[in-house]
């Protein structure tokens, strides 16, 4: 039960806040496995790539239907390459809905939670860490039993707040309650205590204040954590779709997500129209994955390991 | 832990250690009250962190009313006051014209009596059940990827991390069409053996399996890259010396790497317990509006949300989300009391 109480994480901090220099090359020392030292193990080979067919195969469909017409979509056999390629089922989309809109508000509704959440949570995250203040354990244990509750059930009060306001189809309806995380701040705290202090004391004697501790001293320290809250909030901020379809009915306020469901409700089967939006849905993402994909994969880990 | 364990296989060999506290962290980030409590005591005694600042308490105070203020009053807000309104709201029935009055317990009466929850509550059984499959199949790419001197590792892992972050609504639209019963791909398919699909998500027997399915697919490289960090801790002369004591591949896993992965193993059925018990986007795409086999799929999310913001009934939502929390509860007090058995912490 005191886990809690000496820093949970040392290893990994220490660890993650070392500029990590060392990068792919170790990666294969450490790598050992079960089977045994061959040349390459061809068999691994076939069931890996068996499992990335698997994987990518809905992707390349996707792609290839999104440039079919209905008739080559719903032929039989299947028809593997577009005859002829249609290339009219994005401008559809564009028809169908103000898809143009739907973009820049999943985008400013991610931009706009990711930013308070790091600015929030990590500030949050280290005074629970590093402050003495009056009711730290209460408050702390309030968060934690906000991390410990299904969303599902916040989420009627929420509606009924957003409509009092008068802000049911806003784009601030939907970004406002993701600004605060109890599990970012948890994040960051369990980052925070990981670090060594004697920095921050250096920056106290020399007559730093506790923002300028945390602001020059501790910030650019936790850039490891940063990275992970930023990934996961990014990635749950651009897919989230129950609350937006809920406080959302104007299409021109909807991000992609619930855009995408009102496609499938005006396209019902129209395939090609259907892989159109929802590959343009998904694009962004997979871009932003591609080009950061180590930020990625461990800041999801990482995140993931605290839920 | 699978940064810690992935950074400290980049930079040094301490993962198997990383592994073990950060699942601590979870582990009591679960059961929360008692150690969140006991923390900062122990905290100011055993780690080097915990010292008491260097600056008056008082002014401490101040500064940590600016830090934690914004946060605490936004949680308050938008999730604490919201849970207990949800509670109150479950003893509640809303009118048509909106005023509320109080009925005690018969909320939860009607909903216990109504067959609709039991359908639900044995659809999220099945389907949790379902992506726990998932699991298995997780720990075998893993290990299979991290196969000494495996070229290609990073293409491979990038590739079956892809579908995590795929918007799941995107992913949905895209799997009806391949389990569609005229001419998706997937009967296309299995034609060229000669079987027969059905209409994979119109069909009462079959829908659910489909969404778990895809479930699963969506979920393995998440769990993929947890396993893999965890692997990437098992010292690989434990494993040699099996090897020259004679065991084979299979049993050095089954008997050495499983255990020493189990607190990643713990981790990743926790969390997709959780995960699956709340399911609702992958639900409500692929099966759209008029679906026949609507009823054999609904979740107890989608009973939640359908009550809630569909039928504008809040007392029955709330006494959902309600028996949803209990239902979540259960199952994680439950795995915490098993883990003893099979789960090794250093």
Redesign the interface.
Known sequence: ????????????A???A?P?????G???T????????????WA??A??IL??V???F??V??LL?SFKNFAG??????QWIPQPWDFSNFGKVFEAMPFGQMFVNSLLLTVARTAGQVV??T??G?????????G??V???????????????????????MQSLGWLDTLKAII??G????FG??LMR?FF?????ELE?AA??DGA???QV?WRVMLPLAK?GII?LTVFTV?WS??D??WP??VTSDQAKMP???G??Q???LH??N?PV??A???L??IP??V???FL?RQ???????????? | ????S??????????P??SG???????????????????????GS??????????A?GQ??W??????G???I??????????L??FY?SFTHTGAFGGSSWVGLENYQKLLSNPALGQALANTAIYTLISLLGIPLAMV?A????????????I????????????????A??????Y?G??G?LN?FLGLFGAHGTSWLTNPNTALVAIAVVGI?AG???NV??FL?G??G?P?EM?EAA?LDGAG??R??IHM?IPMISPSVF?VSV?SI?GS??V??LV??MM??NNPAMPSVKTV?YL??EA??INHD?GT??AI??V??IL??VMTVLQFAMQKKWVHYE
């Open positions: 039960m005191s886990e809690l109480a000496s820093p949970p994480v040392p290893a990994v220490a660890a993650a070392a990590s220099a060392g990068g792919r170790q990666r294969t450490s790598g050992r496995e079960v089977s045994a030292r061959r040349r390459q193990p691994v080979h069931v890996l499992g990335v698997a994987m990518v809905p992707f469909w996707q239907t979509a719903t032929a039989i056999p299947v929030l949570c500030m949050a280290y005074a629970f860490a590093r402050m003495h203040f009056p730290r354990n408050i702390f244990l309030l968060f934690l039993s906000v991390l410990m509750v299904p969303g599902q059930l916040f989420l009627l009060p929420q509606y009924e707040i406002v309650p600004l605060f995380s109890a701040t948890f369990q205590m990981s670090m060594p202090n004391e106290r004697l204040n506790q923002w945390f490891p992970a990635l651009w897919n779709m129950l379809l809920i992609l997500s619930v995408l469901t496609l499938v409700g019902m089967t395939y259907l892989m939006g929802s590959l849905a998904t993402m997979v932003v994955f591609m994909q990625f994969i461990q800041g999801i880990a990482f995140s993931g390991s605290k839920g | 832990m699978s940064q810690a992935i950074q400290a296989s980049l930079d040094s060999p301490l993962s250690a990383a506290t950060a699942d601590g962290a979870l582990r009591s980030a679960r059961r929360g009250g008692g150690a969140a409590h006991r923390a900062p005591l122990k905290a055993a780690s080097p962190n915990g010292r008491k600042g260097a600056k308490p401490s105070a500064w940590a009313l600016l830090f934690v914004p946060t605490g936004g949680l308050a807000i938008f999730y604490l006051w919201p849970a309104r949800t709201l790419v290990a299979l990827l991290n196969t000494k001197g495996l070229k290609g590792r990073g491979y892992r990038t590739l079956y991390f892809l579908p995590v972050v795929t918007m799941p609504a995107a992913v639209i895209v799997w009806r069409m391949i569609n005229d001419y791909v296309q697919w393995l490289g998440q890259v947890i960090a692997l990437q098992v690989a494993l090897e591949p299979v050095r896993f790497v981790f969390m959780i018990l709340q609702f986007d409500f795409v759209g509006q999310v939640f949300y809630g913001f809040q939502a709330a989300a309600f949803l929390l979540i509860l």
